[in-house]
């Protein structure tokens, strides 16, 4: 699996965009972008995942560089519940090996009111 | 829709000893993986189980098994606690290409 780097921790304001960037210079074509985040004392929580176009969903945005090379993750509009620890992985889908994800040590986010 | 359930939420044990962890899968998932995660680290990946049979393992000794029921939960063991064996054991579930869900772990602490 390709290597993430992210930055270890980020501030953002409550009600202002929180955006999440990963380095992944190493994806390869058939690699997917996922986002997890941990919030203290839970398990990691699905956020959103892309091969190459950008996503949406009810949680978050996902914006990928044309060649792919990084992302950024977008929470529209942070609130101090989306304080979390956010881990950006990259993998191949298959039937199996889906499962057999490699989780860094993320971005400590953190909203300040 | 219950989600991923594990038992027990805290463990005490000492070194030397056996234990055994349990999962239920969220509704409609036939797949179980387990993940370690030590304090400060992210989630490590031991093993997957599907149709009862381990399918992938990661770097963990074999001192760590596991098995998978008809009804698709899951037990981890875990023989010989060593003292770094403490951390949070998590279970997640999934069907096919859908991403995980995951639990919200098993705190085990090895004295």
């Known amino acids: 699996d390709a290597k993430t780097t992210q930055p270890p921790s980020m501030d953002c304001a409550e009600g202002r965009a929180a955006n999440l960037p990963c380095n992944h210079s190493t994806i390869s074509g058939n690699e997917y972008v996922y986002w997890y985040r941990q919030i203290h004392s839970q398990g990691p929580q699905y956020i959103i995942h892309?091969?190459?176009n950008n996503e949406t969903n009810e949680m978050a945005s996902l914006i990928i560089t044309e060649d792919r090379k990084s992302s950024t993750l977008i929470l529209p509009h942070a609130t101090l519940r989306d304080t979390a620890v956010y881990y950006c992985?990259?993998?191949?889908?298959?039937?199996?090996?889906?499962?057999?994800?490699?989780f860094g040590t993320g971005t400590r986010l953190t909203i300040i009111p | 829709d219950a989600g991923v359930t594990q038992s027990p939420t805290h463990l005490i044990k000492t070194r030397g000893q056996q234990v055994t962890l349990r999962c239920s899968p969220k509704s409609g998932h036939d797949t179980v993986s387990w993940y370690q995660q030590a304090l400060g680290q992210g989630p490590q990946f031991i093993f997957q189980y599907y149709e009862e049979e381990e399918r992938q393992r990661g770097n963990f000794p074999d001192r760590f098994s596991g098995h998978q029921f008809p009804n698709y939960s899951s037990e981890l063991n875990v023989n010989a606690l060593l003292l770094g064996d403490s951390a949070l054991y998590l279970c997640a579930s999934s069907l096919r290409l859908s991403p995980l869900h995951f639990g919200n772990g098993t705190r085990l602490t090895v004295t």
């Open positions: 992985i990259v993998r191949v889908a298959t039937d199996f090996g889906n499962e057999k994800l490699t």
């Open positions: 892309g091969l190459k």
